[in-house]
C-alpha cells in the first residue's frame, strides 16, 4: 500500500516569492493534516481537513498561507509571499477519520523541506 | 495550553545499553498517547499507542511505553538497543475530546554506537 505522497521534497526559493506543496493522502482516508516542523521542534499542525472541509484551521498564518482539498483528496498548500521565517519542514498525514475505529492512528509523509533565502 | 516536555534532548548510548526516554504531558483530563520514530532520512513512523487499557504499551522492534497517570508520563522503554535504533524520537498527545489533533514534544534525538 503507498504511503503519504508529498512533492516536491526539497524547494529553495528567495524570499517575497510564492512556493506551493502538495499532498496526495493514502487512498480511503478522509481526514488530511498538515504541519509545520521548524529545526529541533516536533510538527505543529496548521490545519486539518475532513473530507474538502478545512476543520481546524486556527493555526495556519491566513495573511500568507492558504491550504485547499479540492475532491477530498489531494491537497496544495501555499505560501505567498514568503518569508525568511518560513524556512522549516511542512509535513503531510492522513488518517482514516475520527469515528472510524476510535483510535486513529496519523501515517506521515516524507516533507518538503523549504529553504527561504 | 497544553504541552508535551521531552527532557532528553540527546542521548548517546553503546549497543546492547538499555534505553529509557521521557515524556511528560500537561493536561488533567483524559488523554491519548503516542511515541513516533523518524529514522535519518525517512518519515515520520508510529512506534505504539495508547488510548486505554493496561497501561503498559508493546510497540514495534521490541519498544514499551508505560502511561502513569499520577505522574502525568508516557515513558518509552527498550532493554537493549541496537545501532538501526538510531534516530528522532517524538512523544505526542492527543486529548480526548480532540482526538485528531496531535500536540508534539520536541523530540529526543537518539545516537546508538556499535
Known amino acids: 500500500e503507498a504511503g503519504v505522497v508529498q512533492s516536491p521534497r526539497y524547494k529553495i526559493i528567495e524570499k517575497k516569492q510564492p512556493v506551493a506543496f502538495w499532498c496526495n493522502p493514502i487512498?480511503?482516508?478522509?481526514?488530511l493534516y498538515w504541519y509545520l516542523q521548524n529545526l529541533g521542534q516536533g510538527p505543529e499542525l496548521l490545519i486539518r481537513?475532513?473530507?474538502?472541509?478545512?476543520?481546524?484551521d486556527s493555526q495556519l498564518p491566513k495573511d500568507r498561507f492558504s491550504a485547499e482539498r479540492l475532491k477530498g483528496v489531494d491537497s496544495t498548500l501555499k505560501i505567498q509571499p514568503a518569508e525568511l521565517g518560513d524556512s522549516a519542514v511542512y509535513l503531510c498525514?492522513?488518517?482514516?477519520?475520527?469515528?472510524?475505529?476510535?483510535?486513529?492512528?496519523?501515517?506521515f509523509g516524507p516533507g518538503t523541506r523549504l529553504l527561504v533565502l | 495550553a497544553q504541552s508535551v516536555s521531552q527532557h532528553n534532548h540527546h542521548v548517546i548510548l553503546s549497543e546492547a545499553a538499555s534505553l529509557e526516554l521521557g515524556c511528560n504531558y500537561s493536561?488533567?483530563?483524559?488523554?491519548?498517547l503516542f511515541w513516533y520514530v523518524q529514522y535519518p532520512g525517512q518519515h515520520l513512523q508510529l512506534l505504539l499507542k495508547?488510548?486505554?487499557?493496561?497501561?503498559l504499551v508493546k510497540g514495534i522492534k521490541g519498544f514499551e511505553a508505560e502511561f502513569i497517570k499520577s505522574k502525568f508520563s508516557f515513558n518509552l522503554r527498550k532493554p537493549s538497543v541496537q545501532w538501526s535504533d538510531t534516530a528522532e524520537y517524538f512523544c505526542?498527545?492527543?486529548?480526548?475530546?480532540?482526538?485528531?489533533?496531535?500536540?508534539f514534544g520536541t523530540g529526543t534525538r537518539l545516537q546508538v554506537f556499535p
Open positions: 498525514a492522513s488518517s482514516l477519520g475520527v469515528g472510524q475505529t476510535g483510535e486513529e492512528t496519523q501515517y
Open positions: 487512498s480511503g482516508h478522509n481526514t
Open positions: 481537513y475532513e473530507n474538502e472541509e478545512a476543520v481546524d
Open positions: 493536561y488533567g483530563g483524559t488523554v491519548n
Open positions: 495508547y488510548f486505554s487499557g493496561d497501561p
Open positions: 505526542a498527545v492527543s486529548l480526548s475530546y480532540n482526538t485528531d489533533k496531535l500536540i
